[in-house]
């Protein structure tokens, strides 16, 4: 109950953000009509279909996505017609007559206050609400994100309705008041014409500004300025955590924290659920819990650009050679963190990369990880040969106690003890162990929507080009230099030259980078404490601190050999378009 009382609240609070702005001229166009029979039902369009376009856009993928970006073209032509019935309603009708007659006469009859008001209000709502792109704030933001993760369901479409209820709200108060401060100009000024005229020129006006992007760009930025405040007072107050169900990395949960096990008796904790959301399969036909029984079944969930699934996964390669004979079937599930890992192509190339020959699920669209109810990357369950988990691990180490539940599990499956030895790994690169004693620097995110300690003066400048400056930065502070486009994601190098400065404390430091756009190489140089790395080059630098980004994956630039202590980092790029994710240190 508290989250709805948050969503309708932070709804609410859109009426004083200027993102709002260019849905307004819309509301303001029915001002002078009864608000039963056109502001009401235009609004009650506008919620509902927000809140049908943003949960199947939080849930469903990219063609949701495209398919909005075609219903925004046509909600834009429809408005822009109902604009231009506004502004010159003889001349509309007879230009537009022949090839859109039934728009025409939907927002004729609109302004004429006829039989059809209701409809076509409701009408033009809907194309309002494909239009509207709320300000993104901590409330929305925590609603999208459990969306994403918890899949189509009923809380989340009715949080979402709660947030366009809210912001409806306002907009009808706004509108109850407008409509008599109009009337009343009306009938002092006799300037009813002009009005009408007016707020034509307004809807053509906010028409254009949307298809500028206006509405997604600047006015959202400068609406978070004033509205995440409140926002996260509102969470704040009700103790809502805004980073709720988001998906975890084991470096910064349970990896350093072992957990106690005790292989003599492993409780059942659930039953393998469904595979079935995995939209491909690497390595093998599609697998199924029932096809499963009988085998001892490892399920680990990764993805290829996370440093903690590579330091795990040169245990999961040896426990799936080891045991295959004797009964153990490996089950990597892909469940991507960043956009690039959802292309398949990726994901194939680096399983190939990385020596993973068992079977992959690609589970772009959450469903397995939403199965398991999982929430770190990586997480390993163990299933025994009847179908049910036994044990969950998640984060990296306890690489030996894991080991032994696997022959605990093909024992009872076998009927016959196992041998007690254990896999012995040499793991090299990226996949080494991490030195914890002395990662003192956390996972930093590079894009906008999770970027922390960023120090570049004026602080990031969202999906606009702009240049970067950065000066010394204490320890876990960084910054840019040069000119990017810093994304949600991702920060995009526009002009050759540019770089990204760190300071840090940890053995290795790495970077998940991916080429300019047009998949053309980016050459790089690296330094520390302005010198070339030397001997603490990583595996995709050498000496000279030079390197080249040919593909979208994590690449390790430092592993010192010394003594650790703090060290500033800086990556200059020789070539632009290069895209830069996130830093992670073991």
Excluded at 327 to 337: K, S
Excluded at 340 to 365: Q, W
Excluded at 484 to 509: C, M, P, S
């Amino acid at each position: 109950m508290t989250l709805f009382v948050l969503a309708y609240l932070a709804g609410v609070l859109t009426i004083v953000s200027p993102c709002i702005l260019p849905v307004l001229p819309f509301v303001f166009a029915r001002t002078d009509k009864p608000f039963v029979q056109n502001g009401l039902p235009m609004l009650a369009g506008m919620a509902l279909t927000f809140a049908l376009v943003a949960s199947l856009a939080a849930v469903a993928g990219g063609w949701a996505v495209e398919a909005n970006r075609w219903g925004r073209i046509a909600a834009m032509a429809l408005l822009a017609l109902f604009g231009l019935t506004l502004l010159l309603p003889g001349l509309s009708a007879r230009l537009t007559r022949p090839l859109v007659d039934l728009g025409a006469k939907l927002s004729l009859s609109a302004e004429q206050g006829k039989r059809g008001g209701v409809w076509s209000s409701l009408l033009l709502g809907v194309a309002t609400g494909l239009l509207w792109a709320p300000c993104a704030g901590p409330v929305l933001g925590l609603i999208l994100t459990g969306a994403a993760l918890q899949g189509a369901n009923a809380q989340t479409s009715l949080l979402l309705a709660a947030y366009a209820a809210g912001a409806a709200t306002s907009l009808a108060l706004a509108l109850l008041i407008g409509g008599r401060v109009f009337a009343a100009m009306k009938r002092s000024l006799g300037i009813g014409e002009w009005i009408r005229r007016g707020l034509g020129a307004a809807v053509l006006a906010a028409v254009v500004a949307i298809a500028l992007g206006l509405d997604t760009g600047f006015l959202t930025n400068v609406s978070l300025a004033g509205t995440t405040k409140l926002e996260q007072g509102l969470l704040d107050r009700f103790n809502v955590a805004s980073g709720s169900g988001a998906p975890q990395n084991g470096e910064t949960t349970v990896a350093m924290q072992p957990q106690a096990l005790s292989t003599e008796a492993l409780p059942v904790e659930g039953t393998f659920p469904s595979l079935g959301g995995a939209i491909e399969w690497l390595n093998s036909p599609p697998l199924t819990p029932q096809a499963l029984k009988g085998k001892v079944v490892l399920v680990d969930f990764w993805t290829y650009s996370c440093i903690n699934c590579l330091r795990a996964l040169p245990y999961v390669r040896a426990w799936a050679d080891k045991y295959k004979d004797q009964g153990l079937v490996v089950i990597g599930v892909h469940t991507p963190e960043f956009a690039f890992e959802k292309n398949v192509d990726n994901v194939r190339k680096a399983a190939a990369d990385l020596g993973v020959t068992y079977p992959v699920a690609i589970d772009n669209n959450y469903t397995v990880w939403r199965a398991f109810n999982n929430q770190y990357w990586p997480a390993h369950y163990f299933i025994d040969a009847e179908g049910r988990i036994r044990h969950h691990h998640f984060g990296e180490g306890e690489y030996d106690q894991s080991e032994r539940v696997i022959q605990q599990l093909l024992a009872e499956a076998n009927g016959k003890p196992m041998s007690g030895d254990l896999v012995s790994v040499k793991a090299t690169g990226a996949e080494a162990a991490s030195d914890w004693n002395e990662v003192a620097s956390p996972e930093t995110y590079v894009g906008y929507s999770r970027a922390e300690n960023f120090i570049s003066p004026g602080g990031a400048v969202s999906d606009e080009a702009h240049a970067y400056s950065v000066g010394n930065p204490a320890l876990n502070e960084w910054g840019l230099s040069g000119n990017w486009t810093v994304g949600k994601e991702q920060a995009v190098l526009n002009e050759a030259g540019g770089g990204i400065v760190y300071r840090f404390h940890a053995r290795d430091l790495h970077l998940v980078l991916g080429p300019a756009a047009d998949g053309k190489p980016v050459r790089f140089r690296v330094t520390i404490d302005g010198k070339a790395p030397g001997n603490d080059h990583g595996m995709d630098t050498d000496a000279e601190g030079q390197g080249t980004v040919t593909g979208q994956r994590l690449y390790q630039l430092i592993r010192q050999g010394g003594a650790i202590r703090d060290r500033t980092f800086e990556i200059r790029f020789l070539d632009p378009g290069v895209s830069a994710y996130a830093f992670t240190f073991g």
